[in-house]
T-cell receptor, first 107, second 123 residues
Framework: DIQMTQSPSSLSASVGDRVTITCRAS??????INWYQQKPGKAPKLLIS???SLQSGVPSRFSGGGSATDFTLTISSLQPEDFATYYC?????????FGRGTKVDIK | QVQLVQSGAEVKKPGASVKVSCKAS????????ISWVRQAPGQGPEWVGW????????DYAPKLEGRVNMTTDTSSKTTYMEVRSLRSDDTAMYYC????????????????WGQGSLITVSS
């Protein structure tokens, strides 16, 4: 299975901060990566597919980038509703695997 | 609007089976697949498998292959996931999700999710 390593595992930030989460794949996955947001007690929500394609209804402060093995999710100006756990997922090969998550909480 | 409504929580003994349902509405069922994802307490998500809404083709995670079976009833737009020979480490929240992958060669992209079904395996 392809391993997805997210960093950091957690971070504390303030409203208005720029936040970047990274995800590294154990082998090249081209641009086959999705990013999800999950709040406590809720199902994950798809934010970005295919590395950089923002889903309908997702605020433009979220952006994704990278290729091959190294990818980023950036929140340009953190808002109160963005405090959550974020997961990357590779969809290059079966089984699709998730990272272990990055928890973003309030500083 | 797209909705996926799952069956309720269940408690099962080790070795038993469980069948979870997922009823879809608000979209053309045959243009999408359904993926199932589980999440153990405090852990990240784990993909369990996928079924096509178009023709019932399936694709399972190797870790669960042989113990999981997915079926679909297009008339009621309901998908079922059965897990057999349950073990304690199968305890998790199980989610169904609409998947843009409709054919076996497609790419998994889960864009709408159900509310989750908590499956607890305990003696």
């Amino acid at each position: 299975d392809i391993q997805m390593t997210q960093s950091p595992s957690s971070l504390s930030a303030s409203v208005g901060d720029r936040v970047t989460i990274t995800c590294r794949a154990s082998q090249t996955i081209n641009s086959y990566i999705n990013w999800y947001q999950q709040k406590p007690g809720k199902a994950p929500k798809l934010l970005i597919s295919a590395a950089s394609s923002l889903q309908s209804g997702v605020p433009s402060r979220f952006s994704g980038g990278g290729s091959a093995t190294d990818f980023t999710l950036t929140i340009s100006s953190l808002q109160p509703e963005d405090f959550a756990t974020y997961y990357c997922q590779q969809t290059y090969s079966n089984p699709p695997t998730f990272g272990r998550g990055t928890k973003v909480d309030i500083k | 609007q797209v909705q996926l409504v799952q069956s309720g929580a269940e408690v099962k003994k080790p070795g038993a089976s469980v069948k979870v349902s997922c009823k879809a509405s608000g979209y053309n069922f045959m243009n999408y697949g359904i993926s199932w994802v589980r999440q153990a307490p405090g852990q990240g998500p784990e993909w369990v498998g996928w079924i096509s809404g178009k023709n019932g083709d399936t694709d399972y995670a190797p870790k669960l292959e042989g113990r999981v079976n997915m079926t679909t009833d297009t008339s009621s737009k309901t998908t079922y996931m059965e897990v057999r020979s349950l073990r304690s480490d199968d305890t998790a929240m199980y989610y169904c999700a609409r998947d843009r992958r409709v054919a076996t060669f497609g790419v998994v992209t889960m864009d709408y999710w159900g509310q989750g079904s908590l499956i607890t395996v305990s003696s």
